[in-house]
């Protein structure tokens, strides 16, 4: 017992130590001052990883922009806010603030994510499964290139009542 909680100790310690080095490593590169050293632990964690993903987003980013617009000029680029980083956030937002104004259990807010990770999936596969009502990956399609039509998110019951519909069969009756 004795010796596993002094393994256990010794290991937060190293952990503790490696982490403080990459916030070192990036904090002091990128953080004017030494203001972020008076900053609990937690908090100089939490700095790093935000600051390395935007700094990874816009890296990518602008690797994609320069391979889009540079090498391949001709290609379709997308409109609006696809693949933009509110988008991301304004669709995670259900699954973040849902379970505290609905308490909900853990599990089952768990199995309502992966239920909208298989989904979104289903709707980006290319593979049109023409099941009435559901919105498949034809109708997404659409949705992706027009930016007007096929706003559902399940289903085209709204997009038909709103006029907003366009059906992948239409598409191709007119080539």
């Known amino acids: ?42 908090v100089q964690s939490w700095l790093r990883n935000c600051i390395g993903v935007y700094l990874m ?17 001709h290609a379709y680029v997308p409109k609006g806010l696809a693949s933009h980083p509110v988008d991301g956030i304004l669709l995670a937002m259900p699954h ?27 709707i980006h596969d290319c593979i049109h499964g023409k099941v009435w009502p559901v919105m498949g990956a034809g109708y997404h399609n659409i949705h992706h290139t027009t930016y007007r039509h096929n706003y559902g998110h399940y289903t085209i019951w709204m997009d038909s009542l709103f006029g907003t519909i366009q059906k992948p069969e239409d598409i191709f009756k007119e080539d």
């Open 1 to 42: 017992m004795v010796a596993s909680q002094h393994h256990g100790g010794q290991y937060w310690r190293l952990f503790r130590e490696e982490t403080s080095w990459y916030n070192e490593m990036l904090l002091s590169v990128v953080l004017p001052g030494d203001w972020w050293r008076s900053l609990p632990h937690l």
């Open 57 to 73: 987003y816009f890296i990518i980013g602008f690797i994609w922009c320069f391979v889009i617009y540079h090498w391949k000029q």
């Open 96 to 122: 973040v603030v849902a379970p505290f104004l609905f308490p909900t259990h853990y599990r089952t807010n768990i199995a309502l994510l992966f239920k909208e990770a298989m989904w979104t999936a289903n």
